[in-house]
């Protein structure tokens, strides 16, 4: 705003008025572009300071507030209830085909040209395919360009009214956007859902976890509660969004004359309107949009539940009127759901492989998501307690695309007089392991119990093996995970140090296992028991202990049994290791068990040279023989501190990319050093991929 505009009127209240009009105006194009273009020109404290600026007008003069003003989007008082609202002209819903194959789209185009009478050889219908938005319907209602009124959908003719909660949608223009010398229409009511993207839902959530409130079982009922909030402060700090997708009562207005062009005609007056939306010929063209959002539905950032149909035309439209409540010229197809209620049965505890105890939910199998579901994660104690899942209760669950089925709720009006106590992982589990009865721990400020049991638990076992037989710890060649399932599974080996016992006959005798490859497990085995200290304790897969640790062990005391021995000060002393480190390793040597498999790995011939193991072991080199190229810049490393990095850990760095290039670490900018490298399809890693090479840490072995 230039000072001229400000000045060009003398009379103070007339200033004012400018001002204010002035401010509104700017205040209404920047919301526009932050909130629905996503591209602000101007930043927050810069769009702050005009929204103050305009506060402090109308402090000054209230006889200025308008309805349409931006300072009130987020007043309003407390509400006693919602005021009914008499919907001009009625809000229907539609007719539901769930067939997840084509056909849903097929009988829909069938359907609509018998009732037009069409011949078989008309041409194709024009439809607008759209998505079905998982909210909840609104009606905006625009007098003269200005956002006077938002109403539910409630039973269809009467709804409630939640203006106050719905101009907190920054999204949602207060007055339309008009071009130059277009005048508003007198009544133009739009019709759209409200709800809630998945992002600012998770961040909701975690908010509302943080304040130790309660959490929302999805977007959708989040909602629909924040839209019927009656505190509007409260509503106001729920991120709420909208798509229009319709009109309702129209006066003064010259409607397109096809659902495209009307929605095409809000969206320039600045109402969000979902791009994901194709005019489409005949069924074939619906059954291509339906299936290409089902292949998008989980990466968008909102839930959907189906598509719908609308036939184009408004004239076809009217034609085809209504049957009951429902439009003949539109149809919801919907996707399988991705929530259903079922029954929780029982809760199970599973051990992980590092001994992690999660929680599974045993329900009575539902289809949900595409498949049948009995099982459900819990993730952990704080979860299932937070949600307050108990046996016997009606739950809702979740399945969405290739992620594990979760229960995200309990409803609560089913629950029985009769359900079980609130969830108790320690008392259920009498605080030890379900599988090998090792006592159970929780670490402070850890969500998860585990299983103390260690080499112990046979749920740990076979991680443990294929950890000791790593190649950065004792180093069993050929012993792979597809072995080492059958060597557990079968009770051929226990324990560690069951692995030394292993004879040609014995593994000769598992799947897929020729004499030839048994003889050379056996020569990997022996090989391996001559090892050093550090690989040998690391091997041991003691939470919290990486390689470095162990080296660091080895060299602070020299000996197995003194860090056996040492008390969680003598631990402490050693360089880099803290007190979480110090009680893992103490909790894993208080474990008599796990003395003994020590012991009997020794006995086993399993043997270092302590003083020179300890102190001269330099470290594997996790890039020995590989050759790298480096391309574009790092995030954090610059190129020589790559290079060094890369060389101290065995590896080569060359300067141009070839099939010889074992990986291609490419920053920002990289160039053609990166195209040549998808070209011949080596393996491309970022600064992170690089540091996770490098540090290697955790017994994975390499690509
Ligand atoms: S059109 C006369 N279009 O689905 C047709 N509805 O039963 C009126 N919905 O709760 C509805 N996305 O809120 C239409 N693109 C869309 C929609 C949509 C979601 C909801 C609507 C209502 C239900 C229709």
């Given at each position: 705003?230039?000072?001229?505009?400000l000045?060009?009127?003398?009379?103070?209240?007339?200033?004012?008025?400018?001002?204010?009009?002035q401010?509104?105006?700017?205040?209404?194009?920047?919301?526009?572009?932050?909130?629905?273009?996503?591209?602000?020109?101007?930043?927050?404290?810069?769009y702050?300071?005009?929204?103050?600026?305009?506060?402090?007008?109308?402090?000054a003069?209230?006889?200025?507030?308008?309805?349409?003003?931006?300072?009130?989007?987020?007043?309003g008082?407390v509400?006693?209830?919602?005021?009914?609202?008499r919907?001009?002209?009625?809000?229907?819903?539609?007719r539901?085909?769930?067939?997840?194959?084509?056909?849903?789209?097929?009988?829909?185009?069938?359907?609509?040209?018998?009732e037009?009478?069409?011949?078989?050889?008309?041409?194709?219908?024009?439809?607008?395919?759209?998505?079905?938005?998982?909210?909840?319907?609104?009606?905006?209602?625009?007098?003269?360009?200005?956002?006077?009124?938002?109403?539910?959908?409630?039973?269809g003719?009467?709804?409630?009214?939640?203006?106050?909660?719905?101009?907190?949608?920054?999204?949602?223009?207060?007055?339309?956007?008009l071009?130059?010398?277009?005048?508003?229409?007198?009544?133009?009511e739009?019709?759209?859902?409200?709800y809630?993207?998945?992002?600012?839902?998770?961040?909701?959530?975690?908010?509302?976890?943080?304040?130790?409130?309660?959490?929302?079982?999805?977007?959708?009922?989040?909602?629909?509660?924040?839209?019927?909030?009656?505190?509007?402060?409260?509503?106001?700090?729920?991120?709420?969004?909208?798509?229009?997708?319709?009109?309702?009562?129209?006066?003064?207005?010259?409607?397109?004359?096809?659902?495209?062009?009307?929605?095409?005609?809000?969206?320039?007056?600045?109402?969000?309107?979902?791009?994901?939306?194709?005019?489409?010929?005949?069924?074939?063209?619906?059954?291509?949009?339906?299936?290409?959002m089902?292949?998008?539905?989980d990466s968008?950032?909102?839930?959907?539940?189906?598509?719908?149909?609308?036939?184009?035309?408004?004239d076809?439209?009217?034609?085809?009127?209504?049957?009951?409540?429902?439009?003949?010229?539109?149809?919801?197809?919907?996707?399988?759901?991705?929530?259903?209620?079922?029954l929780?049965?029982?809760?199970?505890?599973?051990?992980g492989?590092?001994?992690?105890?999660?929680?599974?939910?045993?329900?009575q199998?539902?289809?949900?998501?595409?498949?049948?579901?009995?099982?459900?994660?819990?993730?952990?104690?704080?979860?299932?307690?937070?949600?307050?899942?108990?046996?016997?209760?009606?739950?809702?669950?979740?399945?969405?695309?290739?992620?594990?089925?979760?229960?995200?709720?309990v409803?609560?009006?089913?629950?029985?007089?009769?359900?079980?106590?609130?969830?108790?992982?320690?008392?259920?589990?009498?605080g030890?392991?379900?599988?090998?009865?090792?006592a159970?721990?929780?670490?402070?400020?850890?969500?998860?119990?585990?299983?103390t049991?260690?080499?112990?638990?046979?749920?740990?076992?076979?991680?443990?093996?294929?950890?000791?037989?790593?190649?950065r710890?004792?180093?069993?060649?050929?012993?792979?995970?597809?072995?080492?399932?059958?060597?557990?599974?079968?009770?051929?080996?226990?324990?560690?140090?069951?692995?030394?016992?292993?004879?040609?006959?014995?593994?000769?005798?598992?799947?897929?296992?020729?004499?030839?490859?048994?003889?050379?497990i056996?020569?990997?085995?022996?090989?391996?028991?001559?090892?050093?200290?550090?690989?040998?304790?690391?091997?041991?897969?003691?939470?919290?202990?990486?390689?470095?640790?162990?080296?660091?062990?080895?060299?602070?005391?020299?000996?197995?049994?003194?860090?056996?021995d040492?008390?969680?000060?003598?631990?402490?002393e050693?360089?880099?290791?803290?007190?979480?480190?110090?009680?893992?390793?103490?909790?894993?040597?208080?474990?008599?068990?796990?003395?003994?498999?020590?012991?009997?790995?020794?006995?086993?011939?399993?043997?270092?040279?302590?003083?020179?193991?300890?102190?001269?072991?330099?470290?594997?080199?996790?890039?020995?023989?590989?050759?790298?190229?480096l391309?574009?810049?790092?995030?954090?490393?610059?190129?020589?501190?790559?290079?060094?990095?890369?060389?101290?850990?065995?590896g080569?760095?060359?300067?141009?990319?070839?099939?010889?290039?074992?990986?291609?670490?490419?920053?920002e900018?990289?160039?053609?050093?990166?195209?040549?490298?998808?070209?011949?399809?080596?393996?491309?890693?970022?600064?992170?991929?690089l540091?996770?090479?490098?540090?290697?840490?955790?017994?994975?072995?390499?690509?």
């Open positions: 705003m230039s000072q001229a505009d000045n060009e009127s003398t009379d103070p209240a007339q200033r004012a008025a400018q001002q204010a009009a401010l509104r105006a700017e205040l209404h194009l920047h919301a526009h572009r932050y909130y629905v273009l996503d591209a602000p020109s101007i930043p927050d404290a810069e702050d300071r005009l929204f103050q600026a305009l506060q402090a007008i109308e402090a003069h209230p006889d200025l507030l308008t309805a349409d003003s931006p300072t009130q989007r987020v007043l008082r509400l006693d209830g919602f005021t009914p609202v919907h001009a002209v009625p809000m229907l819903s539609i539901t085909e769930t067939d997840t194959e084509a056909s849903g789209a097929t009988s829909f185009d069938a359907r609509v040209r018998r037009l009478e069409l011949t078989d050889d008309a041409p194709a219908l024009e439809y607008n395919a759209e998505l079905k938005f998982d909210g909840l319907a609104m009606n905006l209602r625009y007098e003269r360009g200005v956002l006077v009124q938002a109403a539910t959908r409630g039973d003719e009467t709804g409630e009214d939640v203006t106050q909660n719905i101009r907190t949608i920054g999204q949602i223009p207060l007055r339309l956007h071009a130059p010398g277009e005048t508003a229409p007198e009544v133009l739009v019709r759209g859902e409200v809630m993207r998945r992002d600012d839902f998770e961040a909701m959530n975690e908010r509302q976890r943080q304040a130790g409130d309660k959490t929302f079982v999805n977007p959708r009922n989040a909602a629909a509660g924040a839209v019927r909030q009656l505190d509007p402060s409260i509503a106001a700090r729920r991120p709420l969004s909208f798509y229009a997708y319709g009109v309702g009562e129209i006066q003064g207005w010259q409607q397109p004359d096809t659902h495209s062009g009307t929605l095409d005609a809000l969206q320039a007056m600045g109402l969000p309107v979902c791009a994901d939306r194709v005019v489409a010929h005949g069924s074939d063209g619906l059954v291509t949009f339906h299936q290409a089902g292949v998008r539905r968008l950032p909102f839930d959907i539940d189906g598509v719908v149909y609308k036939v184009n035309s408004l076809l439209q009217r034609r085809l009127g209504f049957v009951s409540r429902e439009p003949r010229w539109a149809v919801a197809h919907k996707y399988p759901a991705q929530e259903q209620m079922t929780l049965q029982d809760i199970d505890i599973q051990v492989r590092t001994g992690k105890l999660t929680p599974v939910a045993k329900l199998p539902v289809f949900v998501g595409g498949t049948t579901v009995s099982n459900a994660t819990l993730h952990n104690e704080d979860e299932a307690r937070r949600k307050d899942v108990r046996v016997g209760d009606t739950v809702i669950v979740r399945r969405a695309g290739d992620v594990i089925p979760e229960v995200v709720g409803v609560l009006e089913h629950r029985p007089a009769d359900v079980g106590g609130p969830f108790d992982l320690y008392k259920q589990l009498k030890v392991c379900p599988v090998c009865g090792s159970i721990a929780r670490e402070e400020g850890e969500a998860d119990w585990r299983c049991g260690g080499l112990f638990c046979p749920a740990q076992r076979k991680q443990a093996i294929l950890h000791f037989a790593g190649r710890a004792v180093d069993i060649e050929g012993l792979g995970d597809k072995l080492v399932d059958q060597l557990v599974d079968s009770g051929t080996v226990l324990s560690l140090p069951g692995l030394y016992k292993l004879g040609i006959a014995k593994l000769a005798s598992m799947e897929r296992m020729a004499e030839k490859s048994a003889q050379n056996v020569d990997a085995l022996e090989k391996s028991k001559h090892t050093t200290l550090p690989r040998f304790l690391f091997g041991l897969g003691i939470r919290q202990i990486g390689e470095t640790t162990a080296k660091d062990l080895a060299r602070h005391f020299g000996s197995l049994d003194r860090i056996m040492a008390s969680v000060e003598q631990l402490l050693v360089r880099d290791v803290g007190p979480i480190v110090a009680q893992s390793i103490r909790t894993f040597f208080d474990q008599a068990h796990n003395r003994e498999v020590v012991e009997q790995l020794r006995a086993a011939g399993v043997h270092w040279d302590e003083s020179e193991g300890a102190a001269a072991e330099q470290g594997p080199k996790p890039l020995a023989g590989k050759t790298l190229v391309t574009g810049s790092l995030p954090m490393l610059s190129r020589d501190q790559a290079k060094e990095l890369i060389e101290a850990a065995g080569k760095v060359s300067g141009s990319v070839s099939k010889k290039t074992h990986y291609v670490v490419a920053g900018e990289a160039g053609s050093k990166l195209d040549k490298a998808r070209e011949l399809g080596l393996t491309v890693l970022d600064e992170a991929g540091m996770a090479l490098l540090a290697a840490d955790e017994g994975h072995s390499l690509p």
